[in-house]
């Protein structure tokens, strides 16, 4: 082989080597990049069916629940709360003071009170009020039909401290409605941890506190829940005890008359 042959092979062995240099740095960060940007599909629970459970309210300020707002603030007068979810889109949450009983369900798009004791049975279609509209993200859920024409995710970070993903949920343009929620979800898990909820104006609202998991039926369940007004400050604690889970709620106590 002459002189220019060999100079040349060993020119074209060199390029090839740099090329397979740069590739690989590349395909490298191309990976990271993959695998630093997690989807809502990771951490939402593709097999919660239906969670019932007994809520007590621990302890409340009253004050500071009124500056989230006084419907929220009303809620925190009842003892006893039973709590059932069921996908999709069905809730029913029964309330009990003293001789009083209070109903609310949520079927769809439909809801519906019944408060016996004023003889009221109010029904509202909430189907273009979003907000209006409790679901399994209330409760520190996720779950695919959320995001089926109600819910649109967008990724925001991975938390530095807790290594938890961060991701914004919004409603779907059609919906008309720029209420936010920022979401921390554990990637293990696959529960909430925290929820801050941000008003259409895009103000803090309240921080929810989703707390003491516990392993039921291969699910795992928030125990508690906190929640702070948009000043910090402390204003209820609920403990979540009883939990079922995947234990087939009948349709029938959601039913809309």
Known sequence: MCLWSKWLSSWESSRISGQR?????????ATLALQAT????????PKLKDVSFAAKFESYKRSELRKISDDFARSYNFERVKIFVKDP???RVEMYADDTEVTYIINGGIQKWRIPKLRQYPKVDVSKSPGRRQTFLDFGFLTPSLFEKFFQSK???V???TKEYVFDLTYIEELNDDVRHRVWMDPEKKVQTKREWYDQKGRLKATFFYEKHKLVNGIWVPSAMSVRNAEDKFAARTIYGDPKVNAGINDSIFAIE
């Open 89 to 91: 889109f069905k809730v």
């Open 159 to 161: 938390d530095r401290e």
């Open 155 to 157: 990724f925001v970070r």
């Open 38 to 45: 997690p989807t809502i599909e990771s951490v939402w629970q």
């Open 21 to 29: 240099q740069m590739i690989i740095p590349l395909l490298l960060n």
